[in-house]
């Protein structure tokens, strides 16, 4: 079987299979295995310092038992705050996702776009650049959603989603002003393409909503297309290539079936990272808290 490249998606949950499944589009020949640091869940209510050094450590695990050509921080969350530092500490490119602030603010009619993201995205100084970089022109609305995050891992384990409590999460974004109005939604927070139907009933008028899964997918393929052959993507003994294809959970706890064939309908074995160190999994220390 061809070996192709393996990439590792990362994600605090079930979010970054939004740009698993991207991946998978435009990637046929890469094997991918999923992280879900579930453990840690959720990442946006991590504080910056906690968080930095968790994910360092846990990607210490990850790098040594997975031995992946890339990795894709597939976590607006983590990769605002954490991509310097896993690239400082590892040989491997990382691809990360943040805000896509640019594409709405070249977008939009009405000058008025709204970021949709975690509480810890929406505070981060990354986001505050990408906004001074790219969107002096509009008026941005930063809305850090508490529980959309957590209604969409909800709906993947086949819960029902309250559309009240949707609602009440994207209210903020929708501003009107001077007779315009909100026109583009940006999804910083992977989780949220998931629940795009429940959005868009929700929502007071049609905007775009914008998921960059599309686009991170096209980044992944352009830095595998400048990794060298024989360099960063040749295997490693023992390192079987085309074997069957993963999504690693850190907490050791039963999946719901209905999330369990959602990952079977991805390709995707769901399995437990290997106890760590202490005996966890990767996250001894849960969220630190706001
Ligand atoms: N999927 C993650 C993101 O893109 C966040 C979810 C969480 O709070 O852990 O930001």
Not at 14 to 41: I, M
Not at 44 to 55: I, M, N, P, R, Y
Not at 67 to 84: E, K, R
Not at 153 to 170: F, N, S, T
């Amino acid at each position: 079987m061809a070996a192709g490249p393996h990439i590792l998606i990362f994600d605090s949950g079930v979010g970054g299979l939004t740009v698993l499944r991207e991946a998978r589009r435009q990637l046929a020949h890469a094997r991918l295995t999923y992280v879900a640091d579930n453990a840690g869940f959720p990442y946006g209510a991590w504080q910056e310092d906690a968080l930095v050094a968790h994910v360092i450590a846990l990607f210490e695990r990850l790098v040594g038992e997975l031995n992946p050509d890339i990795c894709v921080i597939a976590c607006n969350t983590a990769s605002t705050l954490v991509l310097p530092a896993l690239r400082a500490r590892f040989s491997m490119p990382f691809v990360g996702t943040v805000p896509a602030i640019k594409p709405a603010a070249e977008r939009t009619r009405s000058g008025l776009i709204s970021v949709l993201a975690t509480p810890g995205t929406v505070k981060r100084d990354y986001t505050g650049a990408l906004i001074r970089d790219f969107a002096g022109h509009c008026e941005v609305t930063l809305v850090g959603a508490a529980n959309l995050a957590a209604l969409a891992e909800a709906k993947l384990a086949g819960e029902k989603v309250d559309p009240g409590m949707v609602r009440a999460e994207i209210e903020p974004a929708f501003r009107e002003m001077d007779g315009r109005r909100t026109d583009h939604v940006v999804l910083a927070c992977t989780h949220y393409p998931l629940l795009l139907d429940e959005l868009a009933a929700a929502a007071p008028w049609d905007v775009a909503w914008i998921d960059p899964a599309a686009a991170i997918a096209r980044r992944i393929g352009d830095v595998l297309a400048d990794l060298k052959p024989g360099g960063a993507l040749a295997r490693a003994p023992g390192d079987a290539p085309g074997g069957a294809e993963r999504a690693l959970f850190t907490a050791r706890r039963e999946l719901a079936a209905p999330l369990r064939g959602a990952l079977l309908g991805l390709g995707l074995e769901a399995g437990n990272l290997a106890p760590g160190p202490q005996g966890g999994a990767g996250a001894p220390q849960g969220p630190a808290g706001n």
